[in-house]
């Protein structure tokens, strides 16, 4: 019959589907065989290494601990010889808005002293405001035809001496009240008693030594009164200033001098003196 030669559909279908009967692919090569690792071949990490790493860490941070403590005291033993040899590190803190000198009068000088002191710091003020307006005096005076040399005369006495005050009498004095040194007050004696003569110089302003208008003083100042009574204004108040400037220095040397005789540095700075002669001699 004819259903025997009649072929099946269902083979058909089984042939042609990829899954079950693929066609071969010259092609493709097969995949090598994968090797089955259960973690037996990885590399762990045993607890003795881990403990090994933190006995490492530990024995470096204590080396680290060892060298600051070594270093603190190091630094411990430096401030303290600082201290033993009266060095005394200052930080400039004066003026507040541009520091250029260390000033603490209330931290570093003794409450019975610090009065003496703040009217010694006044007078160092003091010298900079008559510096300063004699300045302005004088160059009031030569835009009214003076000669340029007075004018280069009061640039030359602000420039010098306000550093030099600080320099020669005030900053002695800060360390003799501070250090309580003979030596110190004596150089604060002889430098301030120059300061003294110049400003009762200043007041006076005689045309000697220096040029008669450069110091706005009493003398000049009537000088330029019969052709500009303004100048002459500025240079009556330049006197008035080295007048009181002058009047509150001589204050203060004599209570400096008082509190220097009271306490006994005579004695003491003749003995320094004494001292530093023999050991210059040998």
Not at 42 to 57: E, F, G, Q
Not at 60 to 78: I, P, S, V
Not at 138 to 166: K, N, R
Request: hydrophobic share 45%; glycine share 6%; with cysteine.
């Amino acid at each position: 019959m004819g259903s025997h030669n009649d072929p099946n559909p269902f083979d058909d279908a089984r042939n042609a589907n990829p899954y079950t009967n693929p066609p071969p692919n010259p092609k493709l090569s097969p995949l090598p065989p994968e090797h089955a690792d259960y973690g037996y071949g990885a590399s762990v990490s045993s607890p003795t290494d881990a403990t090994r790493d933190l006995k490492a860490r530990e024995k470096e941070l204590q080396a680290k601990e060892a060298e600051l403590k070594r270093r603190e005291e190091e630094l411990k033993k430096r401030e303290e010889a600082i201290a033993k040899a009266g060095i005394v590190i200052e930080e400039k803190n004066w003026p507040p808005f541009y520091p250029l000198i260390h000033h603490n009068i209330s931290a570093e000088i003794p409450i019975h002293l610090q009065k003496i002191q703040y009217v010694a710091f006044g007078t160092f003020l003091g010298l900079i405001l008559c510096l300063v307006w004699n300045f302005i005096a004088v160059t009031a005076a030569w835009f009214q035809g003076q000669d340029t040399t007075i004018w280069l005369l009061a640039v030359i006495y602000a420039i010098t001496g306000i550093p030099g005050a600080y320099f020669l009498w005030y900053r002695p004095l800060y360390r003799a009240m501070r250090t309580d040194s003979a030596l110190k007050f004596s150089f604060f004696f002889l430098t301030y008693i120059c300061h003294i003569t110049f400003c009762a110089f200043a007041t006076l302003a005689p045309p000697i030594i220096f040029e008669g208008e450069s110091l706005a003083g009493i003398m000049p100042a009537f000088d330029i009164l019969s052709w500009n009574a303004t100048v002459s204004g500025f240079y009556f108040i330049g006197f008035g200033l080295y007048a009181l400037e002058t009047t509150i220095s001589i204050w203060v040397i004599q209570q400096v001098y008082l509190y220097f005789r009271g306490s006994g540095k005579t004695v003491q700075m003749q003995r320094e003196a004494t001292r530093t002669t023999v050991m210059a001699a040998l």
